[in-house]
Structures are given as structure tokens and as C-alpha cells.
């Protein structure tokens, strides 16, 4: 088949890019920019800005499927301090990508939604029940990336309804892996978490700042049980929005004492005010497992292993030049 995934320039698209490849497709990338930390393996590239009608029509330009990806996004950091931008710039680009897919003619198409369109109210302890789809109403996402994200949903649902097209909707709950953000202020809390415990390895100071008191709570969900779960979905003739994500549920602290772990240092946790979100998060699996017949199966400890072991890379490049490479 032919091919697009918008935000191929990005951590998700990028890995689903190379696994569209493996599997023998045809694949333009689209994005505002290309890949930072590999080079994209899409057939074709279109560095270009989706909030213009006219690139979006012409990145639909040719082909069968559509995967949107591409969204104004960053951890709790960006999204709580940018929500004018990233509701106009996110509502842009998904009204021009999926009008764009319609006046092309593909057939099917992927989008991407968030755990953050669950309500605020349904997460306020850290010992939080897992979410299902239908919590999502009455709807109060705490933040505007989220109300967007239940903007596109409905989009899609509405063309579905009316046979424009064929579109599935996934929610991740927190995906992270290697080539993903790690600083900058975008990176979100596997990244930036390996990325300090990394200047505590490569400096010898064990002190590691954690945004709130740590008790918080999320489930994460290594990448490439993302991309397998993203083709699965959009093979599936599940038209309503599904989970995916990991439902184990750990506190900030113990993700950091996971990556502590897979470092091998000891670090020392000091906990500093900073944005927190919601106080708890974690994913209802049922309807996955039920509609899918799969779910993620890549373990924290070893997919915050791999991660790791990416991140201090590139730390000790940028920030330690003069220290050794790890070997293993
Ligand atoms: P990312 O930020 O790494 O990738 C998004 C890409 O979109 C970036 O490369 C960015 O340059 C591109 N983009 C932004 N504005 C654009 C524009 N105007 N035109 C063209 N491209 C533009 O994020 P990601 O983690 O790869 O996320 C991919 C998708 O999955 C996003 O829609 C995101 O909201 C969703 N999502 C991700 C997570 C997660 O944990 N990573 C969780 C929930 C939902």
C-alpha cells in the first residue's frame, strides 16, 4: 500500500514509519521537520507545516491510508503552559489532514488521541481506577490538548458515521522508548527521568529533582508494543476510540527508582514544586484485549532498560564528550 504518516519527523511516526517499511509499504513522512536522532526510513518526506490546507492537500496527494500523528505536543511542562497554541495549532492540522484525506480519496485512516481526554474528576487520587473508553463523558480533560484530541475524535466518528471514510482511533496512555525527546522542555517523564539519572551517573552527583511530591501515578508503554498495537487497531473493524497503553500503575517515584535500577546508580530523589497533572492515570485494558485479542507485553524494566541506555548516549555526547561509552 501507499502510505502517509504525518509527525513522521517525531518520536511515534518515526518508529511507525520503520515498521510500515519492514512490512513492505510504501511510505511518505510528513512533519514540520525531519527526524532528529535517525535518518527517517520513508520513502518520501514532505518537510512541511499541516496547519496550511494546501500542504496537507498535497501530503494526502496518492495514497491509500493515512496515519495522524503530527500534534503540537511536550510533557506536563508544555501542555500546561501552552494551551491557546496547542488547541489552535492541533485543531488546524487535524481538520486539514483528515479534509485532506477525504478529498483524496483514501480509504482508511488512523488517528491519534490521548489519555488526557479523560476527566479531570475521574483522576484525582493517585490510587486511581483504571480508565475505560466510556469514561470520557461527561467530558472536563484538565487540559486543552486534551479537549482537542475529543474534537478530532468526534471528527472522525462523524465521518464514519456518514461513510466518508474508514477512520480508527487509539488513545496511548504515556508511549516512551529510545529516539524519543529527552530535553528541551518537550520530553516527558520516562525521557527526561533517564536523562537525569544519567547527569547523576556521568557528573557523580546522585540528587535527581522530581517535579511534586512523587506520588503521582501513570501506566507506560514501551514503543514498539505502540506501533504493533497501532497496526492492529487500524486493521481492526473497531470504529469507536480504544486504549492503548500498559495497566501497570507506578508512582513517579518508583519510575524513577526503575530507572535508578536500570542505570545501576544510586540516586538520591528530591522532590521540587513543578507541574503534575493529573494526581493519578492508569489504562483500562479490557476492551483492548477484547477487541484486539493482544495488549502491550514489553516490560517497564526492560523497555526503561533500552531507553536508558539511548539517552545516556546522547547525554554523555552532548554533555560529557570525554566520558566512556557504556558496552553494555
Ligand atoms: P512528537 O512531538 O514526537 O511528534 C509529533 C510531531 O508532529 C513532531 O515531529 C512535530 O514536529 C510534528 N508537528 C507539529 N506541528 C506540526 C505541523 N504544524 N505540521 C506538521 N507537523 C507538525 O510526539 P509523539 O510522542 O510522537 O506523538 C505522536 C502522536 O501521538 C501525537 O498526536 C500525540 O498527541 C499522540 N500521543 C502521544 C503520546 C505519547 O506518550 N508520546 C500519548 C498520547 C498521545
Redesign the pocket.
Known amino acids: 500500500m501507499r502510505i502517509l504518516v504525518?509527525?513522521a519527523?517525531?518520536?511515534?511516526?518515526h518508529h511507525l514509519v520503520t515498521y510500515l517499511k519492514a512490512q513492505g509499504h510504501w511510505v511518505r513522512g510528513?512533519?514540520?521537520?525531519k527526524p532528529e536522532y535517525a535518518p527517517t526510513d520513508a520513502d518520501e518526506f514532505s518537510v512541511?507545516?499541516?496547519?496550511e490546507r494546501a500542504a496537507a492537500d498535497a501530503a494526502a496527494q496518492g495514497v491509500d491510508e493515512v496515519y495522524a500523528?503530527?500534534?503540537?505536543?511536550?510533557g506536563m511542562g508544555y501542555i500546561s503552559a501552552n494551551h491557546y497554541t496547542i488547541l489552535s495549532?492541533n485543531a488546524l492540522?487535524n481538520i486539514n489532514t483528515l479534509e485532506g484525506a477525504l478529498r483524496a480519496g483514501v480509504k482508511r485512516y488512523f488517528y491519534?488521541?490521548?489519555?488526557?481526554v479523560y476527566p479531570e474528576y475521574k483522576q484525582t487520587s493517585a490510587d486511581v481506577v483504571p480508565l475505560k473508553e466510556d469514561d470520557a463523558y461527561p467530558a472536563q480533560p484538565q487540559d486543552a490538548y486534551g479537549w482537542e484530541?475529543l474534537l478530532t475524535e468526534r471528527l472522525c466518528l462523524h465521518a464514519n458515521e456518514e461513510k466518508r471514510i474508514t477512520a480508527r482511533i487509539v488513545r496511548?496512555?504515556?508511549?516512551?522508548g529510545p529516539q524519543?525527546?529527552w530535553d528541551g522542555g518537550?520530553e516527558?517523564a520516562p525521557a527526561a527521568m533517564c536523562r537525569k539519572v544519567a547527569f547523576a551517573e556521568l557528573s557523580g552527583n546522585p540528587e535527581v529533582e522530581i517535579w511534586g511530591d512523587g506520588k503521582q501515578t501513570r501506566s507506560f508503554c514501551y514503543i514498539d508494543d505502540c506501533v504493533e498495537g497501532i497496526s492492529r487497531l487500524m486493521r481492526s473493524d473497531h470504529a469507536e476510540p480504544l486504549n492503548l497503553g500498559q495497566d501497570r500503575m507506578v508512582s513517579i517515584d518508583q519510575l524513577a527508582d526503575l530507572v535508578a535500577a536500570a542505570a545501576g546508580v544510586q540516586i538520591v530523589k528530591k522532590h521540587v514544586p513543578g507541574p503534575q497533572g493529573v494526581r493519578g492515570r492508569n489504562s483500562d485494558n479490557s476492551k483492548l484485549r477484547a477487541v484486539l485479542g493482544w495488549e502491550p507485553r514489553i516490560s517497564l524494566e526492560e523497555g526503561l532498560k533500552r531507553t536508558y541506555a539511548w539517552v545516556r548516549e546522547e547525554v554523555r555526547r552532548k554533555h560529557f564528550p570525554k566520558a566512556a561509552a557504556r558496552t553494555s
Open positions: 504525518t509527525g519527523g517525531g518520536f511515534i511516526g510528513a512533519d514540520l521537520k512541511c507545516d499541516l496547519r500523528l503530527a500534534a503540537d505536543m511536550g495549532s492540522i491519534t488521541s490521548s489519555a488526557c484530541k496511548f496512555h504515556n508511549i516512551f524519543g525527546t518537550r516527558k
